[in-house]
């Protein structure tokens, strides 16, 4: 996507962010991060139309795949965040959309079994993984 003219900038409600450098280290488990999204919640069949955002822990990379062993291969393009008791993640409609901690954005949302269901964390594409790649196809 091209804009026309620049966003008008304001540092308050239109911000550009921060992203890792290529195979920046990951943030450490635990981390807080947000993720927003217009998807659906309670996992109900329409999304919203207010932009909806939630805090979760990041999950070592090991323990993502322990969790989805038996369905998907969770490689170094991956980031995982949420809770283990399930509860809150990111859900249909909001694929896409940004995983953040502090002032960077660490992840884009991709997949999860289900929505915010016990043991399977959200996943998410590892922007440190793909940063050269954003570079190239976007020039910033």
Not at 22 to 49: C, F, R
Not at 88 to 93: A, I, L, P, R, Y
């Amino acid at each position: 996507m091209e804009l026309e003219e620049p966003l008008p900038l304001n540092g308050q409600t239109i911000a550009s962010i921060r992203m890792p450098e290529q195979d920046e280290e990951d943030p450490i488990e635990g981390s807080k991060a947000m993720v927003t999204g217009w998807g659906k919640t309670l996992n109900v069949y329409h999304s919203n139309l207010i932009l909806r955002a939630t805090f979760l822990p990041i999950v070592h990379r090991d323990n993502c795949q322990k969790a989805y062993r038996r369905s998907h291969t969770i490689s170094d393009l991956m980031l995982c965040a949420g809770f283990i008791g399930g509860g809150q993640d990111s859900c249909q409609g909001d694929s896409g959309g940004p995983l953040v901690v502090g002032d960077q954005l660490v992840g884009v949302v991709s997949f999860a079994i289900g929505c915010a269901l016990p043991g399977f964390p959200g996943v998410n594409v590892r922007v440190s993984a793909v940063r050269d790649w954003i570079r190239e196809v976007s020039d910033v």
